[in-house]
């Protein structure tokens, strides 16, 4: 994995419940990262709508591209967990197991 994109998954992780906005400075600190680094990170990442910036406050909070790939893996998850039941009985009928139902 690049350093890039190493770095680039880092900032959704750094926000959390205690901490759901950072300003360029502070990120980078947490990171481990210099300002202008976080700086680049955080442009492409708004242009993807994966973070939002706060224009007054001049902080990044997590954006709807970030909600909408939550989304996507709920839906993914979901749908695993949920057909996964009825794939385990037609496995064990195609294979001559009893089910039990």
Known sequence: MTQTLKYAMDVPRAVTGDTPTWGVNELG???????????????????????????????????????????????????????SPMRSRSQQRASGGHTGK
């Open 29 to 83: 600190r947490s990171l481990g990262l210099h300002k202008s680094t976080v700086s680049g990170l955080l442009a492409t990442m708004e242009q993807r709508r994966l973070v939002q910036k706060e224009p007054v406050a001049d902080r990044y909070r997590l954006g709807l591209g970030a909600l909408e790939l939550a989304a996507t893996v709920n839906v993914a998850t979901r749908s695993r967990t949920v057909s």
